[in-house]
């Protein structure tokens, strides 16, 4: 049950793309196309950004996009916002136990 | 509206128990397996327990197995969360979360897509 890696900062002027990077292994990222990714402002419950690698739920602006390859998923952020500035955490299921969570990773805008 | 309230943290001494409860409304409870993840102060999102839609599977994390339970009650709408043999460690925001469901049964794990506002267990003698 080791956590999934991720960059601890990544940073970005508004209008520029980020990516976060999410590193596991095969028995979780690269076993399944289950990764979801949440964001968490200070203070506040994470918010599902991102499912099944590469999906949006409804209302998640299309800005945000993630994929995978191999054992490592990402997730990129376009056009970059002033209230994208946050926490961003990856997780994968797993089998049994079914989750893992990443490192968790801040991004901020310059 | 889909909403959990999370209730039951408090100050513990270490070795001691906590009832964490999480109330559910606006959707078929049964229908989705349900999670709780912690946050320790400063530190990241740790996933600690899941169960399914029946509450027939059960799923701890290493930390906490033989300490934690996890259960829920379908008629009530509500999942629970005993917490035993409290360590200081365990001193966290507990959040319970719901999946996304969408596999075609209650025992899927894939997302989750709707969390509450936490509780907060705090254990300091």
């Known amino acids: 049950q080791s956590a999934l890696t991720q960059p601890r900062s990544v940073s970005g002027s508004p209008g520029q793309s980020v990516t976060i990077s999410c590193t596991g292994s095969?028995?979780?990222?690269?076993?399944?196309?289950?990764v979801s990714w949440y964001q968490q402002h200070p203070g506040k419950a994470p918010k599902l950004m991102i499912y099944?690698?590469?999906k949006r739920p409804s209302g998640v602006p299309d800005r945000f996009s993630g994929s995978k390859s191999g054992n490592t998923a990402s997730l990129t952020i376009s056009g970059l916002q002033a209230e994208d500035e946050a926490d961003y955490y990856c997780?994968?299921?797993?089998?049994?136990?079914?989750?893992?969570f990443g490192t968790g990773t801040k991004v901020t805008v310059l | 509206e889909v909403q959990l309230l999370e209730s039951g943290g408090g100050l513990v001494q270490p070795g001691g128990s906590l009832r964490l409860s999480c109330a559910a409304s606006?959707?078929?409870?049964?229908?989705?397996?349900m999670s709780w993840v912690r946050q320790a102060p400063g530190r990241g999102l740790d996933w600690v327990s899941s169960?399914?839609?029946?509450?027939?599977?059960?799923y701890y994390a290493d930390s906490v197995k033989g300490r934690f339970t996890v259960s829920r009650d379908n008629s009530r709408n509500t999942l629970y969360l005993q917490l035993n043999s409290l360590r200081a460690e365990d001193t966290a925001l507990y959040y319970c979360?719901?999946?996304?469901?969408?596999?075609?049964?209650?025992?899927?794990?894939?997302?989750?897509?709707?969390w509450g506002q936490g509780t907060t267990v705090t254990v300091s003698s």
């Open positions: 979360a719901k999946d996304k469901g969408g596999c075609g049964s209650t025992n899927c794990y894939y997302g989750l897509d709707v």
């Open positions: 606006g959707f078929t409870f049964s229908g989705y397996a």
């Open positions: 169960i399914s839609g029946s509450g027939t599977s059960t």
């Open positions: 095969s028995s979780d990222v690269g076993g399944y196309n289950y």
């Open positions: 099944d690698v590469s």
């Open positions: 997780c994968s299921y797993a089998g049994s136990p079914p989750y893992v």
